[in-house]
């Protein structure tokens, strides 16, 4: 089967940004076919650049994790001779992405409302921490968002500290927010001709995720709380204690809690008038996990996860990432990719994009610029007569 040109070849992103989220986002782009040129401060880059232990053989793990298939050019946007380099850049980009404070690129000239004049076609993502209005001054770091926006407070044991997530998992959805309403405003762009600003802020795509605990409050005036691995609304949906160590069960039905009691040798569980429903197990939640972990103590989390899987109950022992790439490979999923440079050398291995395309797309592979090491030749690309 032939593989197709990528989606987004012949569409330029100038990548204006830093840390993660919009990194992320210029990434994913770049993996679809764009060419991304990313603009760094001279001598220091990216902040992520320095952001470590731990470091590869060629850098900070954090800045390699979001930065491959680009290009890097330093240029110092105080100096009126590498802003118009800067300025030439976005009037030839189909696509700006950007971070700075508010009213950081306005004061540059590189703003939407400037650049839009001479390249009416561009799709223009700022990205904030809390807007451009009341929180343009507020500093966006995602933990503080999390802690802000009320992830923190349902995220731990219930009697325990508030928790962050254990990545930073506001920049990660920010980033898909940004790359969704970049791709929709460039498909709109083939009918009308023209581009867009997306405003984009961290708490708008934190507070987007919460779904139903965001629902309860709204639609029923309850606040979640934590509550550790337990669910608000389904049981049993937690981990559950085995000989060797925490078991995930998610039974999202009857017919699954079932089967679960009837694999635990309780099949009279099910016939429990307490646990009948979903909505009874849930109340009765704090009589029904100790009655499930004393038949799990009998046997490992391996052999439980073997057996619940075998008759359909969502189970799965509690492994570590290494664990989650192994058995990703392990189901044919192709987790990982190696990146090379530009002499072709694997430099490391990293996580793929997780779309998987059929007829099949190829991965595009370039490792991680370093700091400016395309700056002679796209300097020269940019001085050169459009043509």
């Known amino acids: 089967m032939p593989t197709p040109e990528a989606p987004l070849a012949g569409i330029l992103v100038a990548d204006f940004s830093r840390v993660l989220a919009g990194p992320l ?4 782009l770049a993996d679809l076919g ?24 060629t850098g900070s793990t954090y ?5 491959r298939n680009k290009e890097s050019v330093c240029l110092d946007l105080t100096d009126s001779r590498d802003l118009e380099l800067a300025r030439e850049l976005i009037a030839r980009a189909d696509v700006v992405v950007e971070n700075f404070k508010p009213g950081g690129m306005q004061r540059l000239g590189l703003d939407y409302d400037t650049v839009r004049q001479p390249n009416p076609g561009l799709v223009y993502a700022s990205i904030t921490g809390f807007g451009s209005t009341g929180g343009r001054d507020l500093l966006g770091y995602d933990f503080v968002v999390q802690a802000l926006g009320g992830l923190m407070s349902i995220t731990g044991e219930t009697d325990g ?21 970049i791709l929709a405003a460039l498909f ?3 009918s009308t001709g023209l581009g867009a600003l997306l405003e984009l802020n961290l708490l708008s795509s934190l507070q987007g995720s919460l779904a139903n605990q965001a629902q309860a409050y709204l639609g029923a005036g309850v606040i979640p709380v934590r509550l550790g691995n337990t669910h608000p609304s389904i049981a049993p949906y937690e981990t559950l204690d085995c000989g060797d160590g925490p078991i995930a069960v998610a039974c999202g039905n009857d017919g699954q809690f079932r089967r679960l009691a009837e694999v635990l040798g309780a099949a009279s569980l099910a016939e429990d008038p307490r646990f009948l429903t979903n909505a009874l197990r849930v109340a009765n939640r704090a009589a029904l996990v100790p009655l499930l972990e004393e ?3 009998a046997q490992g989390a391996a052999e439980w996860q073997r057996r619940l899987t075998e008759v359909g109950v969502p189970a799965g022992r509690v492994g570590t990432i290494a664990d989650g790439l192994e058995l990703a490979s392990s189901l044919g999923l192709d987790p990982t990719i190696e990146v090379v440079d530009a002499s072709g050398a694997t430099v490391a291995t990293q996580v793929r994009h997780p779309i998987t395309w059929t007829p099949p797309l190829a991965h595009r592979t370039a490792a991680p610029p370093l700091l400016g090491e395309q700056d002679a030749a796209v300097r020269d690309w940019l001085t050169a007569p459009v043509g």
Not at 37 to 54: A, C, F, L, Q, Y
Not at 63 to 67: A, I, K, P, R, Y
């Open 25 to 28: 986002a210029t990434m994913t």
């Open 34 to 57: 764009a060419r991304v040129i990313k603009v760094e401060r001279p001598d220091v880059g990216d902040d992520t650049r320095s952001w470590g232990p731990p470091f590869s053989a």
């Open 63 to 67: 800045f390699e994790s979001v930065n």
């Open 161 to 181: 500290e508030a928790m962050k997530a254990g990545v930073a998992l506001v920049d990660v959805l920010t980033a898909k927010d940004a790359v969704a309403g």
């Open 188 to 190: 709109r762009r083939q």
């Open 295 to 297: 038949r799990l103590h």
